[in-house]
């Protein structure tokens, strides 16, 4: 196969799927009820292959396991070293089977295999490598108590964690919420997203190809509302990491109040604000609008849909933008090496952008480029900017997760740039920030006053295993990646010992 332009290889061959049922305690199972559900290939709408249907039952039995595992079993008890051994194993396995593992993420997310293979493969054997190399760097403090006391702090792993990921980024997902779990010492079940079951059950299989003992990890396909809620309410489980919408987020929290307080972190939804001031490389300016708009296929939680662009450059913005949307091809990623842009991931998210885009046009939105689904057959939209976007539209308030841009103007003003910040902060949600500027003094004031989980200065999407990621607002809480992801599933017990006879 030889390497494209765009890092996919051709031709592109379809790969076998080999698993397509649950895995729990180390083993692929059916359902207790014995039913299935199809995954379909987004390029086409056909089925692609049927996965076992999990359900409470299949819950109960995974959180079973992971409980037993954690309990009883090795893992929480060996040392970090050893675990992060095994855990480096199986970042080596997830790059030896790269190729394959990107190609069956890309056929069942329409995804391109390039990015899949650099950002989905790269995250997540990134992720098991650093939480690998933290997994024995879990340490405590010594406290001085008082004259009479001393104490000092353990850090315990929490138990059997829940992760509920989503479908934009599967694989990305299973490793930055796995690795720290893994190298804390806690037990998993994973319940992949019903529109990409595929790539978790393969990682499941290489954990296990790895040495990660059976029950440590277990995986359920299945559907939010049942295999998903049953996880969250579960009074098993100990806590809950999620990704995926603002609305879910909300009834993760509520079925966790519900059931036994578990903790929940939410990486939710999000608006983020990319700001373009007048002094800006045109050229760059346009580059991270477009690809923080339309990678992915503006499936990212991250996506700056809301650019903002100073009076003083916009016309030139919009010019280029225009321009540059030209040269921008929507396809089939998997066998044409020009494609920038494949199919939304199903249909229900095709309508569902299609009816925002909609919306626009209903709200007196202009369309610059774009506006249409295209392609014979399959889940395809044209990249879409809409110009003349007042705040109050529903395109510049709500998420549309998909390739659909809101371009927005802010005034000159020579000292200040309290408009753009206040423009910026204007969403209920937190989760990204961009600012495009040569003026170190006007990017460090917007870093400083952006209410968002992370800021981009003169970049965008960039992300790595140290830098944590995850938002605030309604964008929710909680790190992932970075040091700070690894508290999430480790537990701080104080001990307190008497200290007689000190002078001090
Ligand atoms: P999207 O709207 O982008 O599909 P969702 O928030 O619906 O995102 O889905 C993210 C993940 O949450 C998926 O794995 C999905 O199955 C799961 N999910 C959906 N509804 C629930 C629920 N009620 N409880 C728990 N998980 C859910």
Not at 66 to 91: L, N, Y
Not at 179 to 199: F, R
Not at 218 to 232: D, E, L, M, Q, S
Request: hydrophobic residues 40%; glycine residues 10%; charged residues 25%.
């Amino acid at each position: 196969a030889e390497e494209t332009a765009k890092g996919g290889a051709l031709p592109f061959e379809s790969p076998e799927i080999r698993f397509t049922k649950l895995f729990i305690n180390g083993c692929f199972v059916d359902a207790v009820s014995g039913r299935t559900f199809e995954t379909r290939d987004p390029r086409t709408g056909d089925v692609i292959a049927t996965v076992a249907e999990g359900d409470k039952e299949d819950v109960d039995l995974a959180v079973k396991a992971a409980r037993d595992a954690f309990d009883h079993g090795e893992w929480p008890r060996m040392s970090g070293s050893e675990r992060g051994r095994i855990m480096t194993r199986f970042a080596d396995l997830v790059e030896r089977h790269g190729g394959e593992l990107a190609a069956l993420e890309s056929l069942d997310a329409g995804k391109h295999p390039g990015v899949t293979r650099a950002v989905d493969i790269g995250n997540a054997a990134g992720s098991l490598r650093y939480f690998a190399g933290a997994a024995d760097k879990i340490h405590g403090e010594t406290l001085k108590m008082g004259r009479q006391l001393q104490g000092y702090t353990l850090r315990e792993p929490l138990g059997v964690a829940g992760l509920i990921i989503p479908w934009n980024f599967p694989t990305t997902m299973f490793g930055i919420k796995v690795a720290p779990a893994l190298a804390a010492g806690c037990t998993v079940v994973v319940k992949p997203a019903e529109q990409t079951p595929l790539s978790a059950l393969y990682l499941a299989d290489l954990a296990k190809q790895a040495g990660i003992p059976d029950g440590v990890i277990n995986v359920v396909p299945g559907f939010g509302p049942t295999a998903g809620a049953a996880i969250a309410s579960h009074m098993n489980v100990d806590m809950v990491s999620f990704t995926g919408s603002t609305e879910v987020g909300r009834l993760i929290m509520d079925a966790s109040a519900r059931s036994n307080l578990k903790p929940v972190y939410l990486e939710l939804g999000g608006k983020s604000p990319l700001i373009i001031f007048d002094d800006a490389d045109l050229d760059m300016a346009v580059e991270l609008a477009v690809s923080a708009n339309f990678f992915n296929k503006g499936e990212a939680c991250v996506a700056a849909s809301r650019v903002y662009v100073q009076e003083g450059i916009y016309d030139r913005f919009e010019k280029k933008l225009a321009e540059r949307m030209k040269s921008w091809v929507v396809g089939d990623p998997l066998n044409d090496p020009r494609v920038d842009q494949g199919p939304q991931v199903d249909k229900a998210q095709y309508e569902k952008v299609l009816s925002y885009i909609d919306h626009g046009k209903r709200e007196g939105a202009t369309l610059l480029t774009g506006g249409k689904p295209c392609g014979q057959k399959g889940y395809y939209i044209e990249p879409t900017v809409f110009t003349n976007v007042k705040e109050d539209m529903i395109i510049a308030k709500e998420e549309i997760f998909g390739p659909v841009m809101c371009l927005m103007k802010f005034k000159y003003v020579p000292t200040t740039v309290e408009e753009a910040i206040a423009k910026a902060n204007a969403t209920t949600f937190g989760l990204g920030a961009g600012v495009v500027t040569r003026d170190l003094d006007v990017a460090n004031r917007v870093v400083r006053s952006v209410r968002a989980g992370v800021v981009w200065v003169n970049c965008y999407f960039a992300v790595s295993s140290d830098c944590p990621f995850g938002g605030r607002k309604m964008s929710g809480f909680g790190k992932d990646e970075g040091m700070h992801a690894l508290d999430k599933f480790l537990a701080v017990k104080s001990v307190v010992t008497p200290l007689r006879g000190s002078p001090w």
